[in-house]
């Protein structure tokens, strides 16, 4: 995973998948990360080939921080696979999925 | 009358639907494509079936058995006593020759659609709750449930409490819809399990596997809360008369 700051958002790439094995790690690494400039939370899923529940998890404790904090997350360009998921578990209507 | 019934096992437009089994026993309103078609045959008149399904020929042979159960003979891929035969090839059913099966996706879902009244109106058991819902026999619905025509649903499915089904949507036998699930535009395969709250719209659900149906996306869901095989019990009746009625001497 690679983090790193455009003006007022963190971005986080390199995604290979979001699961039990690296969920904790994502979620802890992002939300050390967030400092009091960050507004929005940019997660790159365009080479993410896998999520399960935990990696959904720790996207919603994320959101829930970045809402807390009155900013937003993003969900980039999911594959089709990763899009699906998201649907089943009606989570593309929490987060904002926008294909670039 | 003898047929020569020529099955396809898979077909470009839609990989997905043979990744379990051969194509022509993948789920089609109640039964399988395959029984739907012998059925059709044999109230055309037909006696005698050679079934041809390439490599798989064998597989479906299984499926159908003798063919006793829709009053026909059925025969492996060997044509040589059906000179001058009709041939059936399996790209639509007799009961609607001008509606094609497998060109996508999209085109197989709306074949479903397109004739799910006709086959509901046949299949015995199955009642019309109201207008355009259908229900199969030992299927319990929430109270709560909202349904809303076209809608399929089959023997033995379980619909919870706040759950959404339908319009057009087909749930295949033996499948449970968890407490507040979702199934709009879609169709829940046989033996199904959707987890609560899940929602599937123009979608194919089998199992663990999900199907969009306008991409063509297919993706195993990992997480058995979600979606998943619904587990069976460990005896049951139906199931081994599922299992053995082919074999039964029944006249």
Not at chain 1, 43 to 60: C, E, Q, Y
Not at chain 2, 30 to 36: D, I, M, N, Y
Not at chain 2, 71 to 100: C, N, V, W
């Amino acid at each position: 995973m690679k983090l790193h700051h455009s003006p007022g958002v963190l971005v986080v790439t390199g995604l290979q998948e979001l699961n039990a094995t690296n969920a904790a790690s994502v979620r802890d690494g992002v939300r050390g990360a967030v400092t009091s400039e960050v507004t929005g939370v940019d997660i790159d899923l365009s080479k993410t080939r896998f999520v399960d529940s935990s990696g959904l998890g720790a996207l919603i404790s994320i959101h829930k921080l970045m809402l807390a904090r009155g900013g937003h997350v993003r969900v980039l360009n999911p594959i089709h696979a990763v899009e699906q998921v998201f649907e089943v578990t009606r989570l593309n209507r929490l987060f904002e999925v926008v294909k670039i | 009358m003898k047929v020569i019934l020529q099955c396809p096992v898979a077909v470009v437009g839609v990989p997905a639907l043979s990744r379990k089994r051969p194509l022509v026993l993948s789920p089609f309103l109640g039964q399988t494509a395959l029984a739907h078609t012998l059925s059709g045959l044999s109230g055309e008149g037909a006696k005698q079936i050679c079934l041809q399904a390439g490599e798989r020929t064998a597989e479906v042979l299984r499926a159908v058995g003798a063919g006793e159960v829709w009053g026909l003979k059925i025969t492996g891929p060997d044509e040589r006593d059906f000179a001058g035969a009709r041939r059936f090839i399996l790209d639509s059913l007799p009961q609607a020759p001008d509606l094609a099966l497998w060109t996508s996706y999209p085109v197989w879902f709306d074949a479903q659609m397109a004739l799910l009244e006709r086959m509901a109106r046949q299949r015995v058991g199955m009642r019309e709750l109201r207008p355009g819902v259908f229900v199969g026999l030992r299927t319990r619905l929430a109270p709560d449930a909202r349904l809303t025509g076209p809608l399929w649903i089959g023997d033995n499915v379980f619909i919870g409490p706040g759950s959404v089904v339908g319009p057009q949507a087909v749930v295949e036998d033996d499948s449970y819809l968890d407490d507040g699930s979702e199934v709009v535009e879609s169709i829940v395969g046989p033996g199904t399990y959707a987890g609560s709250f899940t929602e599937l719209r123009r979608s194919f659900a089998w199992g663990r596997d999900l199907l969009q149906l306008d991409t063509g996306s297919l993706t195993e869901v990992q997480d058995r809360f979600l979606l998943s095989e619904a587990a069976a019990p460990k005896f049951s009746l139906t199931r081994l008369w599922k299992q053995w009625r082919h074999r039964l001497p029944i006249p």
